[in-house]
């Protein structure tokens, strides 16, 4: 099972990033796919979260109308657009997917937002 991230890197205040986040070894489709951060000295956060099946989204109060998490099924691959991003979205973006008590992690990727 392997969960890989990429998209991630430095932006400016404002400007705009997407992640992806690939899946293998697993049934993707039948997997709720999410997004977390942590920042440094903070705790680890849910941003996002996709479902199954019908693609439902939820995302936390602190990114709600900037960001837009996505799942494309045939691609194994979920994704998190990021737009007017702020100096406190800074941190390492990392993908789970979750079944009934059954969780994979990816390794993360930095975003890092600053002028």
């Known amino acids: 099972v392997q969960l890989v991230e990429s998209g991630g890197g430095l932006v400016q205040p404002g400007g705009s990033l997407r992640l992806s986040c690939a899946g293998s070894?697993?049934?993707?489709?039948?997997?709720?796919m999410n997004w977390y951060r942590q920042a440094p000295g903070k705790e680890r956060e849910l941003v996002a979260t996709?479902?199954?099946?019908?693609?439902?989204?939820n995302y936390a109060d602190s990114v709600k109308g900037r960001f837009t998490i996505s799942r494309d099924n045939a691609k194994n691959t979920v994704y998190l657009q990021m737009n007017s991003l702020k100096p406190e979205d800074t941190a390492v973006y990392s993908c789970?997917?979750?079944?009934?008590?059954?969780?994979?992690w990816g390794q993360g990727t930095q975003v890092t937002v600053s002028s």
């Open positions: 789970n997917a979750a079944r009934y008590g059954q969780f994979y």
């Open positions: 070894g697993f049934t993707f489709s039948r997997y709720v």
């Open positions: 996709i479902s199954i099946p019908g693609g439902s989204t």
